[in-house]
């Protein structure tokens, strides 16, 4: 990427999601205010609506995703940010999101919960609602961040891939990730890939939104573009009609899977540091990823074969990335700030090839790089 | 000589597929169709242009019907979808259908706030005082001592007057008829599309099978009679007293007000915004309204 055009800035994680969304294309955002999420908020409406974009503060968050779902059936790239208690409200209609396959990004800035919690302390706790909060087997891409800049980074790709395969995605931050500040290079406006969802080339009478094609995801007309047809929370028929047949509910929900799982590739993004040769392995995603990776590198400088797979994308889980690792290792340490959700699927992929531990903490404070240096002692 | 009614309703069917269509014999959704469908012909509204939006209940199966852009929500939110389609294409005609639990139950509130804001659509209340789909439990609008299949010893709860609440919420145009009163739910419909603003409609509908058994209101065609007999007009309401207007249900137009559409308004502030300006708004931070006390 060329620095041409490029600017710097000190940004906190929120804003850089308010950066990333405007870079994209985001057009329109309703939302509720609620902490540690609200500089989202407060960053595009003043944004969008000096661009031609909307920005509403609707009276609940339900009424949020639903504005923001009502704005992308007619063509708009829409987000909606919220926390904990906002993100339970929100769960009904993420589901409808992921039937009638309608794009959208929802950035879940993690707090300490159940409930209203610790408002302004960190979390990683909501991992396994994203998978599952809403009834029903669904798929769904989750992503997450560990850094600012990283945050505008993952902001776009929750845009594109939301676009690219008619689907929800939820971006979880945590709060550290959400307030912390850096400095920032931001990309130039040009150099930043924008996704646009595919349009249907058929005639209006031909059109059938919900149609079996090699990609498995369906173009997707606009309310208002010609194309009369419907949608439904109901199951559905390739025309998007209410459907009890057998036959059809497979073909539609299987669509909904295959979409999903042929963009593995490139939905699931880990990256590492020493992964080469490391006996030890420590898992980490979001704001912990930055105390491990100290962590690790401390470890590695005195020659200890320690590594870090860091979790970029938490849904679809990504396994392939395990499997890579998985017959090189003795251990693998999962961190993270809640008592154990992505350890228990790390145990689940790992299917007794190595021992899987965790290093917790579920008291509101950071895991610290010193931390996981002494649960890695303990190991090696 | 006017177009036959077949006619003019065959024009806007979905008919490959979608029927038969699965409300009971008798049932008032059918009836309040017609009417809206009417209206739009009336109107000569391009089917292209016309999102029909509901929720989840009998009432809200209307849209899959009808061949124009539909969108059959999740209970309650049909009003929230619509904010979100209607500001990104304020050009479309943007029509709600839902039942009273739907709106002013499950989704009470984003129907207040709806009324609040003035964004130029129209909810259309298909009001059967019962929850039809789910079998006929009590509903915000079942009137007190009336029995469901929740309320077995009668409806302790006072009920919703929905055209009265979207009023005093802040619509700028609220009004109410039967499906008795074919015609004039034809002419309050067409006038609440042509409002610029949030406008609702009531309609007073039988749900013979889930409201009308239970409470001995008899048939389908008892139960219009009866929407018959119990309504007058707001004209008439109007002098009427508080004892006279019991028991009877008011129909015409109650709010018809001129306000700045909203996403009109909002255009403003994105001209403003593109400028680095602020918007000069009629009122002033200062002028909060509120109703007048009694004093005691
Ligand atoms: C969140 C949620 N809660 C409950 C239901 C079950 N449900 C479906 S329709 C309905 C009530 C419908 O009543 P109303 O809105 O008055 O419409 P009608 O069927 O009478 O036309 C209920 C409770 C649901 N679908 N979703
Ligand atoms: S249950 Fe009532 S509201 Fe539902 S279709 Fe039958 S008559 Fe109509």
Redesign the pocket.
């Known amino acids: 990427m060329s620095a041409e055009g490029s600017r710097e800035a000190l940004l906190q994680g929120n804003e850089a999601v308010v950066e990333g969304a405007v870079a994209v294309g985001c057009s329109f955002y309703a939302g509720y205010p609620i902490t540690p999420s609200t500089e989202v908020a407060e960053g595009l409406a003043a944004r969008l609506p000096a661009t031609g974009g909307t920005f509403l503060q609707m009276e609940d968050e339900i009424a949020s995703i639903a504005a923001c779902l009502g704005a992308s059936l007619a063509g708009a790239k829409a987000m909606t940010a919220t926390s904990g208690p906002g993100f339970s409200l929100m769960q009904?209609l993420v589901g409808y999101a992921a039937i009638a396959e309608i794009p959208f990004v929802l950035v879940n800035v993690m707090r300490y919960g159940p409930s209203t919690g610790l408002p302004t302390s960190p979390s990683q706790g909501d991992v396994m609602q994203a998978r599952w909060g809403t009834h029903g087997d669904h798929p769904i891409i989750v992503l997450t961040a560990s850094s600012v800049r990283e945050a505008f980074d993952m902001t776009v790709k929750s845009f594109n891939l939301a676009e690219k395969y008619r689907s929800p995605v939820i971006l979880l931050l945590d709060e550290v990730v959400g307030h912390m500040r850096e400095k920032v290079k931001l990309p130039a406006p040009e150099a930043v890939e924008r996704l646009e969802r595919i349009h249907p080339s058929t005639p209006p009478e031909w059109y059938a939104p919900y149609e079996e094609t090699n990609t498995g995801v369906p173009p997707m007309a606009a309310f208002g573009d010609g194309y009369r047809f419907h949608v439904t929370g109901l199951v559905h028929d390739r025309m998007g009609f209410p459907t009890q047949k057998k036959s059809e509910i497979v073909q539609g929900t299987n669509r909904l899977y295959r979409k999903i799982e042929r963009g593995f590739r490139e939905i699931c993004m880990t990256d590492g540091v020493g992964l080469e040769d490391a006996r030890t392995v420590v898992v980490a995603y979001g704001s912990v990823a930055r105390s491990a990776q100290q962590a690790v590198e401390e470890m590695r400088d005195q020659g200890k074969p320690v590594g870090l797979l860091r979790l970029r994308t938490l849904w679809p889980f990504p396994r392939a990335a395990f499997e890579r690792i998985l017959d090189g290792v003795d251990d693998i340490l999962v961190c993270e700030l809640n008592r154990g959700q992505v350890y228990r699927e790390v145990l689940r992929v790992s299917r007794g090839r190595c021992e899987v531990h965790k290093h917790t903490r579920t008291d509101g404070e950071m895991i610290t790089p010193a931390e996981i240096v002494r649960a890695l002692r303990e190991r090696i | 000589m006017d177009v036959p009614n077949r006619e003019i309703i065959g024009r806007y069917l979905r008919h490959a597929k979608r029927f038969p269509h699965i409300w009971c014999p008798g049932c008032g959704?059918g009836i309040v169709l017609g009417c809206l469908l009417r209206a739009i012909d009336a109107l000569g509204w391009n089917k292209d242009d016309v999102v029909l939006v509901s929720?989840?209940?009998?009432?809200?199966r209307a849209p899959v019907y009808v061949d124009f852009n539909t969108l059959h929500t999740?209970?309650?939110r049909a009003l929230a979808f619509a904010t979100g389609i209607q500001m990104v294409r304020p050009k479309l005609h943007v029509v709600v259908i839902?039942?009273?639990?739907?709106?002013v139950?499950?989704g009470g509130n984003h129907f207040i706030h709806a009324c609040r804001r003035n964004i130029d659509m129209t909810a259309v209340v298909?009001n059967?005082f019962?929850?039809?789909?789910?079998g006929g439990?009590q509903?915000p609008t079942t009137p007190q001592g009336a029995l469901s299949s929740t309320s077995v010893y009668g409806t302790l709860d006072q009920p919703f007057d929905i055209a009265g609440l979207a009023a005093s919420a802040g619509a700028t145009f609220s009004a109410r008829s039967t499906t008795y009163h074919v015609k004039e739910l034809e002419k309050l419909l067409k006038a609440a599309f042509r409002h610029k603003g949030f406008s609702v409609v009531e309609a007073i509908a039988a749900?013979p099978t889930t409201y009308g058994r239970r409470n001995r209101q008899g048939g389908a065609v008892d139960m219009m009679k009866w929407q018959k007999k119990v309504a007058v007009s707001a004209k008439r309401a109007a002098g009427m007293t508080p004892e006279e207007l019991h028991g009877r249900i008011v129909t015409g137009v109650l709010v018809d007000r001129d306000a700045p559409e909203y996403t009109e308004e909002y255009d403003r502030i994105r001209r403003a915004a593109a400028e680095g300006k602020r918007v000069a708004f009629r009122s002033q931070p200062g002028d909060v309204t509120s109703t007048r006390a009694k004093e005691y």
């Open positions: 009904e | 959704n929720g989840i209940g009998c009432s809200s999740a209970h309650g839902m039942g009273d639990g739907d709106a139950g499950i298909i059967n019962i929850y039809g789909m789910t439990q509903s749900c």
